[in-house]
């Protein structure tokens, strides 16, 4: 998606949104006053779903926010996922199969809000051998997100090209941390890694190179349909009982995303500052590579939809056995 296309939405819905963060009193005639702060428990994941947020942070802490935020920052998507299932979050970023499967966990309990990443997964090699999907026929793939959005997508992926992984292509999966500590030091070839890990691996290890972006591949099959790996989802609960916080943080926040994509290097410096991201200078880099988007609206559906049929199809257990129904999609009260 292009940079100039996420700015204008996300004014858009700034402009929109503003609007639901201010209380008249139509008794008395006096000027309109904010309402009262709502605190808002916010749950962050490192890496490419927390970095769009990372403005918002630094607002945040300096009481320049409608909300008042209380943070946690989780290492790992399960991590986020069970904070979210056991209500110790009102608000979470996470991967869009892991919204789908919440939402069927707790019984609608949970809903989409906004659409925060594209696809962000990259094939590094350390070599000259592969150019295209096929070219992994008969090879062994180091991988991260067994069981979540890059397991799917790179069975789908595969498929499309006529392998099947675990038989046509060995992949085996390790932690975020420990394939890309592995691959920087060049003790793995081949990998498949989201930004920003992918982006540290190029910079500490010069003999690595980025021989495939998935998002170019999905996108070289002509699909209509946007791979959204990251989302942000609300409580119901917290959403019905405090609808103003709700559209407050959907500005904020889009404000937040917006001002990383327009300023990487200080966003980097957040990124880093909030250990959403280990180095600010990798952080920086990644924010090129991190499809940063923000789409909080009624496309939601539209645009997600046929990529969780894709999902299902490919393993129904993958968005929660079955797909999410409409009140899954969060709309303004």
């Known amino acids: 998606m292009k940079k100039s296309l996420i ?7 700034s402009l929109t949104l503003f609007s639901g963060c201010v209380k008249k009193d139509t008794d008395n005639g006096e000027e309109p006053n904010e309402t009262a702060q ?16 990372s403005y918002l942070l630094e607002k945040s802490e300096k009481g320049e926010t409608v909300n008042i935020y209380e943070t946690s920052l989780a290492n790992e998507p399960s991590d986020m996922i069970a904070m979210v299932a056991n209500g110790s979050v009102d608000i979470a970023a996470v991967p869009t199969n892991s919204a789908s499967a919440l939402y ?6 949970v809903q989409l809000l906004a659409l925060n990443t594209g696809c962000v997964l990259k094939i590094l090699e350390q070599g000259e051998t592969i150019d295209k999907m096929s070219d992994l026929k008969g090879r ?8 979540a959005n890059p397991e799917y997508i790179l069975n789908y992926m595969l498929e499309q090209y006529g392998l099947k992984a675990g038989e046509d292509v060995t992949v085996e999966y390790l932690d975020s941390a420990e394939l890309t500590t592995k691959a920087a ?25 980025l ?8 996108n070289h ?17 917290f959403a019905e009982a405090n609808p103003q916080a709700v559209e407050a943080f959907l500005k904020e926040y889009g404000e937040s995303i917006n001002y990383v994509v327009e300023n990487p290097t200080e966003g980097g410096k957040l990124c880093a500052k909030f250990e959403i991201v280990a180095s600010d200078k990798i952080a ?5 590579d991190a499809e940063l988007i923000f789409i909080a609206d009624e496309r939601i559906p539209v645009i997600i939809k046929d990529y969780y049929q894709i999902l299902f199809d490919a393993d129904p257990k993958s968005v929660g056995g079955k797909l999410p129904g409409e009140d899954f999609y969060y709309t303004a009260q």
Do not use: F, H
Request: aromatic share 2%.
């Open 104 to 109: 069927n966990k707790t019984s609608g309990a």
């Open 140 to 147: 062994t793939i180091y991988a991260t997100g067994q069981g």
């Open 221 to 237: 099959m002509n699909r209509a349909t946007l791979v959204t790996m990251g989302c942000v989802v609300v409580r119901r609960e």
């Open 185 to 209: 030091s060049g003790e793995i070839d081949l990998c498949m890694l989201p930004v920003p890990a992918a982006t540290t691996v190029l910079m500490k290890n010069d003999k690595m190179r």
């Open 38 to 53: 709502t605190t808002v428990r916010l749950g962050l994941i490192k890496g490419p779903t927390g970095m769009g947020a």
């Open 7 to 13: 700015i204008v939405l996300a004014l858009l819905m």
């Open 284 to 288: 920086e880099k990644a924010i090129e």
């Open 211 to 218: 021989a495939l972006s998935l998002e170019e591949e999905w």
